[in-house]
């Protein structure tokens, strides 16, 4: 069983649709989570950062952490054909590992006119 | 104009042959990660450093060879005992303190063996 699990879609909606990603995982050590948008042909970059069980939000962008269910979500409101990209989870844990991620296997997102 | 930049963007190599990827940061920042990705498999660590002069192998690190002789600079070799090295590389580094763990990424590097 992989670390973390992620659905790889791919997932299609309509533009102005609420899109909702998620990750499941099962190692109790990750407190840091993060969701990377990548564009095709392109380097991940930085979406959202979280460490705390609860609600983030930014922009039209809301990430969802519940620790007790180890489980967290990324919505999008208002979606955009700008959008379409595929999302990758990432999480860490304290400890001597410095910065070591463990990626979900991302979700492949398109966002149609 | 801080990042992380990768070179070339894309490679071409025959079977039999070693070859070097770049990647140089000037964020600063201590430790970097070198990922292979397929599709549908999403990131996987080859290697990473933390410090320099100082490298460990992550998961899939057979085939591969990284050196760490400057701060600044991770290279990643392919090497030929690397049975099946067409994918999608990307490197990546990470700095200290606060939010220590987020990773930026560079542009990526396609190889393709011919």
């Known amino acids: 069983q992989k670390e973390v699990e992620q659905d790889p879609g791919p997932l299609s909606v309509p533009e102005g649709a609420i899109v909702s990603l998620n990750c499941t995982y099962s190692?109790?050590?990750?407190?840091?989570f993060m969701w990377y948008r990548q564009y095709s042909r392109k380097g991940p970059e930085l979406l959202m950062y979280t460490y705390s069980s609860g609600n983030k939000e930014d922009g039209r962008f809301t990430a969802q952490v519940d620790k007790s269910s180890k489980y967290i979500s990324l919505f999008i409101r208002d979606s955009q054909p700008s959008d379409s990209a595929t999302y990758l989870c990432a999480m860490s844990g304290r400890g001597t590992s410095y910065g070591k991620l463990t990626f979900g296997q991302g979700t492949i997102l398109t966002v149609h006119p | 104009d801080g990042g992380i930049t990768q070179s070339p963007k894309y490679l071409f190599r025959k079977e039999g042959q070693n070859v070097t990827l770049s990647c140089e940061q000037n964020?600063?920042?201590?430790?970097m990660y070198w990922y292979r990705q397929d599709p549908g498999q999403g990131l996987r660590l080859i290697y990473y450093s933390q410090i320099v002069n100082d490298f460990q192998k992550g998961d899939i690190a057979e085939g591969y060879s990284v050196s760490r002789e400057k701060k600044e600079s991770f290279p990643l070799t392919v090497t030929s005992a690397q049975k099946n090295p067409t994918a999608f590389y990307l490197c990546?580094?990470?700095?200290?303190?606060?939010?220590?763990?987020?990773?930026?990424f560079g542009p990526g590097t396609r190889l393709t063996v011919l």
């Open positions: 990546a580094s990470s700095g200290a303190g606060l939010r220590g763990d987020t990773q930026y």
């Open positions: 964020l600063n920042h201590d430790a």
């Open positions: 190692n109790s050590a990750f407190q840091y």
